[in-house]
């Protein structure tokens, strides 16, 4: 099995800073892309940021030039550091990973998996 548990929400005034965490855990053989995703009340799930295996990077426009992502391929895991932070990107913020997982000691199927959620919340 598969796992992902974010960490690192929480309330920041605007202007401020927060670093968001996800480990990824359980039988992977690989991780290909992983992302992270955001939904505020009422709207729908939109990707913020996503990183490939290789690094390469692509960012929401509105979050460009404030947010970072990045991932360490060594501990399975993908940050996204949050600066500038203003009262619009308060949502709950979703871990996303494309896993490929162990079969009979080798590569197995691919799945898509997500975190549970943290919430961050941007106060004026």
């Known amino acids: 099995q598969v796992q992902l548990v974010e960490s690192g929400g929480g309330l920041v005034q605007a202007g401020g800073s927060l670093r968001l965490s996800c480990a990824a855990s359980?039988?992977?053989?690989?991780?290909?892309?992983m992302g992270w995703y955001r939904q505020a009340p009422g709207k729908q799930r939109e990707l913020v940021a996503g990183?490939?295996?290789?690094?390469?990077?692509n960012y929401a426009d509105s979050v460009k030039g404030r947010f970072t992502i990045s991932r360490d391929n060594a501990k399975n895991t993908v940050y996204l550091q949050m600066n500038s932070l203003k009262p619009e990107d308060t949502a709950v913020y979703y871990c996303?990973?494309?896993?490929?997982?162990?079969?009979?000691?080798?590569?197995?199927?691919?799945?898509?998996?997500w975190g549970q959620g943290t919430q961050v919340t941007v106060s004026s």
């Open positions: 996303n990973a494309d896993i490929v997982r162990y079969y009979r000691g080798g590569r197995g199927d691919t799945g898509d998996y």
């Open positions: 359980g039988s992977i053989f690989s991780i290909n892309v």
């Open positions: 990183i490939t295996s290789g690094g390469s990077t």
